[in-house]
Structures are given as structure tokens and as C-alpha cells.
């Protein structure tokens, strides 16, 4: 059993434009002064939606990509921050926290290992900073997570002996796993595929890279917002860091819920 304190955030996945199609997209609407100064495709993309709207190639004002979004979300014209997404992996956290990550709705998606599928008598569990600094409380919690994992290892046992009349292995797995997890903690580790678009994103940045957010939480939102800095400045440079008394950070910005 291995013991998590620090999450992972892996970008897997980003957009890239069809470079021959918006040219043929200007082409057809004699446009031919007008290109992005920007080689983020997500960027380029949200500009090319903002622009549609009004079908302001034509004479675009100066500042390039950086002040055309700069204004986008200064105005809120927020739904044009939803025509690029990013995909993230996020292991090593706990299942209270993929509980509250998905209660983000709009603009999110998700793909979650599955308890049902997938034996947890291996499982690792995630470990709060606060409990883990203090060694009677962790004495505590370790306890009490490898009692609830010898209880889920018993109970796949029994529940696989109760359901061995069922042929099919897998349906027999999942019948047993799907109840014996019943046991298993909040700290139980797993994994999460999302995607989300760059609206979606700041409004849980906003939410969850704050003081007031769940310390966990709040350290994956930081993350995600520290990558996203790197790979989408315009959409995104409009947040700083506080650092919190607790080692964590938290993220402001005046332009909230665009
Ligand atoms: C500090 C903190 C404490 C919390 N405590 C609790 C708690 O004790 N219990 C609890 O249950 N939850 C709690 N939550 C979760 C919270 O209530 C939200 O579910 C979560 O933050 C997702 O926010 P959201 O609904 O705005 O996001 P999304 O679901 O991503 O929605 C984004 C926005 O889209 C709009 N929208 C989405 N769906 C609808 C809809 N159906 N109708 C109208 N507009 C919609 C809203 O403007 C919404 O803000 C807490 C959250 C935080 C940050």
C-alpha cells in the first residue's frame, strides 16, 4: 500500500487548427489581410469564434491575439472561451476529491477509474498534509485506512465464494467488487481522465484555487492553472498566486465567471 501527499497533473491532450480550412474560411469571405499572431491553437481558436460573431477579420484593432481575448473576457463574452479544451489526467488523489471535481458540470467531461472493474485490494490512498505532519494523528489514519482494505480484500473473498455459481468471471468480479468497496475510504486513490474548456477552467480555477476550497482541491486547481499559464497566457494571464499560510496558493483575478 502506498501513501499519496502530492497529486499529479498530466496535459495529455490539446487542440491544434486546420490551418488550410481557415484559410479557405477567409478566402471565401474576401478576407485577406488577417492573421493570428498567436501559435497556441486554442487562442487562435477562441479569437476565429469572436471574430465570426461580428465578422471583424476585416479590420481587426491592434494588440493581436493577447488584446482581442484580453477584451473577450474583460466584456464576458464568455462563450467564446468555450471553443477550446485541454485533456488532463490527474492521478494520485483521493476519491472525496474527484467527488467534488465533478460537481463541476458545464463544459466538463470525465472518465473515471472504475471501482466496479478494478480490484482495489492494491489500492494507495491519498493522505491529508495535516494529518500526515503529525505522527499520533497519522498513526490514526493509517490504522484505520489498512483496516478498511483488509475488510474490502475479506469481503471480495466472501462475496466471490457467495456468487461462484455465476459463470461469466467478470460479472462475478464486478458483483463482488461493486459491494465490497462499500468499505473502502474517501482516501482511496484513483485516477481521472477530463476534459474541459477554457470557461469551464477558470470558473473552477476561480472556485477551487481559492482560500475557502478544500486543501486538496485547491492543489490541483493551482496546478492546472500553473500549466495553463505556460500554454494559454492570453486566456489565462489575468491570474496571480497568493501564496496561503498552509503551503498552498491561492489564485485571484478581476475578470471572475466569465
Ligand atoms: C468552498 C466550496 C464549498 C462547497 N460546499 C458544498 C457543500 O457543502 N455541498 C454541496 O453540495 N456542494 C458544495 N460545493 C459545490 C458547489 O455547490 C458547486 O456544486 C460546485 O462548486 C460547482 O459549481 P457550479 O455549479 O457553479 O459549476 P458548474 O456545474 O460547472 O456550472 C457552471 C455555471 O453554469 C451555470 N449552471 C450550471 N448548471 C446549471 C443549471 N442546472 N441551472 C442553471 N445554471 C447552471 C451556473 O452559472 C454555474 O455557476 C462547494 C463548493 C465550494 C467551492
Not at 1 to 25: A, H, W
Not at 103 to 121: K, N, T
Not at 132 to 161: C, I, P, R, S, T
Not at 205 to 218: D, G, M, Q
Request: aromatic residues 8%; proline residues 3%; charged residues 25%.
Amino acid at each position: 500500500m502506498k501513501i499519496i501527499r502530492e497529486p499529479s497533473v498530466y496535459l495529455v491532450g490539446k487542440q491544434t487548427t486546420n490551418d488550410s480550412e481557415i484559410d479557405r474560411f477567409l478566402d471565401d469571405h474576401d478576407v485577406d489581410n488577417w492573421s493570428s499572431d498567436t501559435d497556441v491553437a486554442g487562442q487562435k481558436l477562441c479569437e476565429i469564434a469572436g471574430r465570426v460573431c461580428y465578422m471583424s477579420f476585416a479590420k481587426p484593432r491592434p494588440g493581436g491575439n493577447e488584446a482581442y481575448l484580453d477584451r473577450i473576457i474583460n466584456v464576458r463574452h464568455g462563450s467564446v472561451l468555450e471553443h477550446c479544451v485541454w485533456n488532463f489526467i490527474f492521478t494520485g488523489v483521493s476519491r472525496s476529491f474527484t467527488h467534488e471535481l465533478i460537481r463541476h458540470r458545464a463544459g466538463f467531461g470525465y472518465s473515471q477509474l472504475s471501482q466496479r472493474y478494478v480490484d482495489e485490494s492494491v489500492a494507495d490512498y491519498v493522505e491529508p498534509a495535516c494529518i500526515a505532519e503529525d505522527a499520533e494523528l497519522h498513526a490514526v489514519w493509517l490504522a484505520a485506512v489498512e483496516h478498511a482494505q483488509e475488510a474490502y480484500v475479506k469481503l471480495v473473498a466472501g462475496l466471490n465464494h457467495k456468487f461462484a455459481g455465476i459463470e461469466d468471471k467478470t460479472q462475478r468480479r464486478k458483483l463482488s467488487r461493486q459491494a465490497a468497496r462499500s468499505v473502502l475510504p474517501n482516501a482511496t486513490e484513483t485516477k481521472i481522465f477530463v476534459t474541459a474548456n477554457a470557461r469551464a477552467l477558470r470558473h473552477f480555477i476561480e472556485l477551487r484555487a481559492n482560500e475557502h476550497a478544500e486543501t486538496e482541491i485547491r492543489v490541483v486547481a493551482s496546478n492546472v492553472l500553473e500549466i495553463l499559464l505556460t500554454e494559454a497566457p492570453n486566456l489565462f494571464g489575468d491570474y496571480d498566486f497568493t501564496p496561503l499560510p498552509d503551503q498552498t496558493r491561492a489564485a485571484q483575478t478581476k475578470n471572475t465567471k466569465v
